[in-house]
């Protein structure tokens, strides 16, 4: 299936009630980094847990409220290392609904649970860096919005420890040698946004766009990991409630 197949659908059936919960407040929940003059109001992870158990009871519910993955966790990761010039490029935008991005780390042709196997490489070429290699399932890249994604890669393949390898860098979706090469099931369907495999042909990008320094990218991306675990932990325990209630159904048993 396409990006065409549903992007109307996905631009247009929540836009009413975004702009009620932005105008409430009721608006990047999750993230308790927020500084005075960014919309929302940040909760602390404490706070914001019983809240998003009762959002993930709606799939789609989330994005109302900007608390959605994997948006939240760039969000999170954006926060806590970008510099300001990358904050009021690629954060703020985020931060105010404007566009949606994406988390390229797993790759199809290694063990990508454990990350120090990433393979593509982020090499350095005068004031650019140039990524090389393919990423899969790669959460909500096919959203019609979305506008960059945050790779993960090799920048020091020569450094003994295998976790100070790595580097974090944004890449524009529209940037040159972005190749979408299939959408991928998960639990054998689509969904919203899509989870396609991603070619990586010597795209070049502004050496800026690297998030904090070569090799810093293992620490840099627990920084999204923490918060993200504890939003899919809310979100398996309202589905595990809601199973645990339709199996207590007395109707159910009967049938």
């Known amino acids: 299936r396409l990006q065409g197949d549903w992007s109307s659908d996905v631009c247009s059936s929540d836009l009413e009630l975004r702009a009620k919960a932005k105008a409430l407040g009721l608006w990047n929940l999750f993230f308790p980094h927020l500084r005075e003059d960014e919309p929302g109001t940040g909760l602390t992870n404490l706070e914001f847990a019983p809240i998003f158990e009762e959002m993930a009871k709606l799939p789609w519910a989330p994005e109302v409220f900007n608390c959605n993955a994997p948006v939240t966790g760039n969000m999170e990761l954006l926060g806590a290392a970008a510099n300001e010039a990358q904050r009021k490029q690629w954060l703020l935008p985020l931060l105010e609904g404007e566009c949606q991005s994406c988390f390229a780390a797993t790759e199809p042709e290694v063990a990508s649970s454990d990350a120090t196997n990433y393979q593509t490489t982020i090499v350095r070429d005068g004031d650019d860096y140039v990524i090389n290699g393919r990423k899969w399932f ?108 339709e199996l207590q159904s007395p109707c159910n048993l009967v049938c």
């Open 138 to 245: 790669i959460s909500w890249s096919m959203h019609p919005k979305c506008r960059f994604m945050i790779l993960m890669g090799k920048t020091n393949p020569e450094t003994p420890n295998r976790h100070q390898q790595h580097g974090v860098i944004i890449i524009p979706m529209d940037t040159p040698g972005v190749h979408i090469l299939q959408d991928t099931t998960v639990m054998n369907a689509y969904h919203t946004g899509g989870h396609p495999e991603i070619l990586l042909d010597n795209v070049r990008v502004p050496a800026e766009n690297l998030l904090g320094e070569p090799g810093e990218g293992f620490a840099i991306m627990q920084k999204r990991m923490g918060p993200g675990r504890i939003h899919y932990g809310m979100r398996c325990v309202v589905r595990s409630e809601e199973h645990t209630s």
